[in-house]
């Protein structure tokens, strides 16, 4: 069988015909926040309703951090630094060069935060995060607690302000830039209205901050969870079938087939070019013909 399904010729050239989906370690509960260590050689990974960090290479499987403050997404900073979002917690941390951790936000305007979910780190050093409920809906991946916030996107300035830069999305979920940082790229799993899709929204960046927020891409089937883009502008979302490639005018141009629902994904590995991918219960790579763009 193919792993890959092409709805644009041009996806052909995006993929390896011979390279595998591949399932590297299985038997987790809900996998989450795939982030690449190069320096290290590992990949870190949330099982988040266990409670734990933990740590994939080619020696196996190990415990990074357990517990973990139900730990969800996870990126690293300019300086290589781990930076997680904590369900649990309800905040957002820094794992610093000497294991100590550091809270970059855990409220804004005196209320806790709900769930932090996904970061990632813009180049000028501020912390972006988005921040839904499901962290908090129930005990199943963290601790059920009432929501005081709406569920927002928040820049945490590299002097430690915050400031809630989109307030209007149901349930923002996943985070990323364009290559160029002129453009971001929030995925929505929730829904203001029921008839709402759950979809993926662009924004411009004008002077740091998200403006003229618009619909790129709606998923189907599932929806967007993690995304990350390619240094050509492309951009790569989980999906309930696989992994979905966006080209930068939101057209769909293919699709990798993985046999579990999808969380998130992350680019690594020696050549930049292997795509994590955490679904349900399992871990997958697969070698593309792509590089990734937000990949230290
Ligand atoms: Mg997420």
Not at 110 to 138: C, E, Q
Not at 194 to 213: K, W
């Amino acid at each position: 069988m193919s792993f890959f399904v092409c709805d644009d010729p041009q996806f052909a050239s995006y993929v390896l015909g011979n390279a595998p989906v591949k399932q590297l370690a299985t038997g987790y509960d809900w996998v989450e926040g795939p982030v690449w260590f190069g320096d290290m050689g590992c990949l870190l990974f949330s099982d988040i309703p266990n409670n734990r960090i933990l740590r994939l290479d080619d020696a196996g499987v190990s415990t990074f951090r357990s517990p973990s403050n139900f730990s969800n997404g996870h990126t690293r900073d300019l300086q290589g630094r781990l930076v997680s979002c904590e369900h649990g917690g309800r905040r957002v941390t820094r794992t610093e060069w000497d294991g100590r951790v550091t809270v970059i936000a855990d409220s804004y305007q005196g209320k806790p935060l709900n769930s932090p979910n996904d970061v990632i780190v813009a180049r000028d050093g501020a912390i972006w995060f988005s921040d839904p409920h499901y962290g908090i809906m129930t005990d199943y991946e963290g601790y059920r607690a009432e929501q005081e916030l709406p569920c927002n996107v928040y820049r945490v300035d590299p002097g430690g302000r915050i400031e809630a830069v989109i307030t209007d999305m149901a349930c923002p979920n996943g985070l990323a830039f364009s290559p160029d940082e002129r453009l971001l790229y929030v995925a929505d799993t929730g829904r203001m209205f029921s008839d709402d899709p759950q979809h993926i929204r662009v924004y411009d960046m004008v002077d740091g901050r998200p403006a003229n927020g618009r619909l790129f891409h709606t998923i189907a089937p599932g929806c967007a969870d993690g995304i990350r883009l390619d240094t050509e502008g492309n951009l790569w979302s989980s999906a309930g079938d696989g992994v979905h490639c966006i080209a930068p005018d939101g057209r769909r141009l293919g699709r990798i087939l993985v046999p579990e629902r999808v969380s998130n994904i992350c680019f690594g590995g020696r050549a930049k070019n292997r795509l994590f991918i955490t679904a349900t219960t399992s871990v997958y790579s697969v070698v593309l013909n792509r590089k990734g763009a937000q990949c230290p």
